[in-house]
């Protein structure tokens, strides 16, 4: 459902980041060469540091940002040259992304269901599945200014998915969270799985990634450096769990660069 075919994507740096980032080069590869497939029906991971290339990945696939090289087809649709199919099939989710804090939950729930060219009596219906889930009905005539910020993770989420899309794509859904918070994502997330989606999430996270996914693709540096099942990249790396296995090929990995 989502194909990733040696992704590159070079961001050219200013000078003011070649400070911040002690380097004389101008030019960084915040993907290089990535190649991954994900299906329907589960969850896949991507772990790695932060500034190992996850967000700038999962932007392409979103069609946020246009690849440098390589190829991403979503539900068959090329993230490039039909970007609007795509769109039409995925929810994309980061934290840098904010709902407009002088409106309600409610208010911007309908207004992207009219984006999305729903009928109202279907976002109506989308809505109360949602809101209820998620605990927001109480908040939903609030401004989003004045709800906690696990309250406006769990609007944004609910907003996010009220086309009720095939493919969710979260980017760190459950930073920064409170332990039940971030639990009521998770299990959400799972319930997705359930009905069939495809949903592709990144994190740093060790046992979120333990228990949440199906598969999980490890990036260090901007590049791939190993995917599989959990009990695949354990035996792989001769390890007995997660948070080993990402540190022997982050040693292993650095080793080489260097």
Same mark, same amino acid.
């Given at each position: 459902?989502?194909?990733?075919?040696?992704?590159?994507?070079?961001?050219?740096?200013?000078?003011?980041?070649?400070?911040?980032?002690?380097?004389?080069? /101008?030019?960084?590869? #915040?993907?290089?060469?990535?190649?991954?497939?994900?299906?329907?029906?589960?969850?896949?991971?991507?772990?790695?540091? /932060?500034?190992?290339?996850?967000?700038?990945?999962?932007?392409?696939?979103?069609?946020?940002?246009?690849?440098?090289?390589?190829?991403?087809?979503?539900?068959?649709?090329?993230?490039?040259?039909?970007?609007?199919?795509?769109?039409?099939?995925?929810?994309?989710?980061?934290?840098?992304?904010? +709902?407009?804090?002088?409106?309600?939950?409610?208010?911007?729930?309908?207004?992207?269901?009219?984006? %999305?060219?729903?009928?109202?009596?279907?976002?109506?219906?989308?809505?109360?599945?949602?809101?209820?889930?998620?605990?927001?009905?109480?908040?939903?005539?609030?401004?989003?200014?004045?709800?906690?910020?696990?309250m406006k993770q769990k609007a944004?989420? #609910?907003?996010?998915?009220? %086309?009720?899309?095939?493919?969710?794509?979260?980017?760190?859904?459950? =930073?920064?969270?409170?332990?039940?918070?971030?639990?009521?994502?998770?299990?959400?997330?799972?319930?997705?799985?359930?009905?069939?989606?495809?949903?592709?999430?990144?994190? %740093?996270?060790?046992?979120?990634?333990?228990?949440?996914?199906?598969?999980?693709?490890?990036?260090?540096?901007?590049?791939?450096?190993?995917?599989?099942?959990?009990?695949?990249? +354990?035996?792989?790396?001769?390890?007995?769990?997660?948070?080993?296995?990402?540190?022997?090929?982050?040693?292993? %990995? =650095?080793?080489?660069?260097?």
């Amino acid at each position: 459902m989502i194909e990733i075919n040696n992704l590159t994507k070079v961001y050219k740096l200013s000078k003011k980041q070649m400070a911040e980032q002690k380097t004389k080069k /101008n030019m960084k590869k #915040a993907a290089d060469d990535i190649s991954l497939s994900a299906k329907k029906g589960e969850i896949y991971g991507l772990l790695g540091p /932060n500034g190992a290339g996850k967000t700038t990945t999962l932007r392409c696939v979103a069609t946020l940002l246009k690849p440098t090289a390589g190829e991403i087809t979503v539900c068959g649709h090329d993230t490039v040259k039909e970007p609007e199919k795509v769109r039409e099939s995925i929810s994309f989710l980061t934290n840098e992304i904010k +709902l407009d804090p002088q409106f309600s939950p409610k208010y911007m729930f309908n207004f992207f269901g009219r984006l %999305h060219g729903m009928d109202e009596k279907t976002i109506d219906k989308r809505r109360e599945l949602l809101f209820e889930h998620f605990g927001i009905n109480d908040f939903q005539d609030k401004k989003i200014d004045e709800l906690s910020t696990g309250m406006k993770q769990k609007a944004s989420i #609910a907003v996010s998915l009220v %086309h009720d899309p095939e493919v969710v794509i979260f980017d760190e859904p459950t =930073n920064g969270l409170d332990i039940v918070t971030a639990r009521s994502v998770t299990d959400y997330l799972k319930l997705l799985r359930e009905e069939g989606k495809l949903v592709i999430v990144s994190t %740093h996270i060790m046992s979120e990634a333990e228990k949440l996914c199906d598969r999980i693709g490890i990036i260090i540096n901007g590049r791939k450096v190993m995917d599989g099942t959990l009990s695949e990249i +354990l035996t792989a790396t001769g390890t007995d769990d997660l948070e080993d296995a990402f540190f022997e090929l982050y040693k292993e %990995h =650095n080793k080489e660069e260097a």
